[in-house]
């Protein structure tokens, strides 16, 4: 009975232990100066590792069990559980990859596949992104780290093409009023954090073709925020 009481005793203590990690860790990665992503893959990683050094002080202080003789014993049958979980194992070690070469970290842009959107997290086995419609797609770690990956612009960041007519000495005046009903669509919107930029490309039978480039504070309000640009526009390109 003491030593199922010291157990459950050292059992609680595990758990705080690991709470206290899992808040230092959330603290450390939040950090701007940290290089490795705030994601959910280290925090797991971290508190994995308190509660293995936990139930190894339990074993071996509460019920005299060797934690070394245990994964010698255990040795053959880890063998055959590493077989039947390679795809966890895959998706764990890339994962780590990942992580620590800071290939993908929340926040990023990408396209990988077919799919396109935001990454919010990385855990164990899976990269969770959004896409602009909101749909949550969940990617394995294996399949990130074994297929191409596009980093895209800030998913605030967004590009509106056109094409211009008028006098060729007066783009300039064009590319200023261009901006300024952009900039005052877009804030109708959602707040600017970059002014627009208007740039032209190329001159064809139908113009001068341009595009103008901002940002905006919110990235789910992108569409709508080019939506209104397009419309705010629409009578300078004629």
């Excluded at 705030?38 to 069990?65: D, K, M, P, T, Y």
């Excluded at 627009?196 to 103008?212: D, L």
Aim: aromatic share 4%; proline share 5%.
């Amino acid at each position: 009975m003491r030593n199922l009481i010291w157990a459950v005793i050292l059992a609680c203590a595990t758990a705080v232990a690991s709470k206290v990690v899992k808040r230092a860790l959330h603290a450390l990665l939040d950090h701007p100066e940290n290089p490795l992503p705030a994601s959910s893959l280290i925090i797991n990683i971290g508190r994995g590792v308190v509660w293995v050094i936990g139930g190894s002080i339990i074993l071996q202080s509460c019920f005299g069990i060797n934690p070394n003789a245990l994964v010698t014993a255990l040795g053959v049958g880890g063998v055959a559980l590493s077989l039947g979980l390679q795809d966890t194992l895959s998706n764990l070690i890339g994962g780590i990859q990942m992580t620590l070469m800071g290939v993908v970290r929340p926040g990023d842009n990408i396209e990988i596949g077919s799919e396109t959107g935001v990454v919010t997290d990385m855990g164990l086995r899976h990269t969770t992104i959004i896409t602009k419609l909101g749909e949550t797609v969940i990617v394995p770690n294996s399949v990130i780290s074994k297929t191409s990956l596009v980093q895209l612009p800030p998913a605030e960041q967004f590009k509106v093409p056109f094409c211009a007519t008028g006098d060729a000495s007066k783009l300039d005046e064009i590319a200023a009023e261009i901006a300024e009903r952009a900039k005052a669509a877009a804030e109708s919107v959602s707040p600017v954090t970059q002014d627009p930029k208007v740039f032209f490309s190329e001159i064809t039978e139908y113009g001068f073709r341009g595009s103008i480039v901002m940002r905006v504070e919110d990235s789910a309000a992108t569409e709508r925020a080019a939506d209104a640009v397009v419309r705010a526009i629409a009578p300078l390109t004629r």
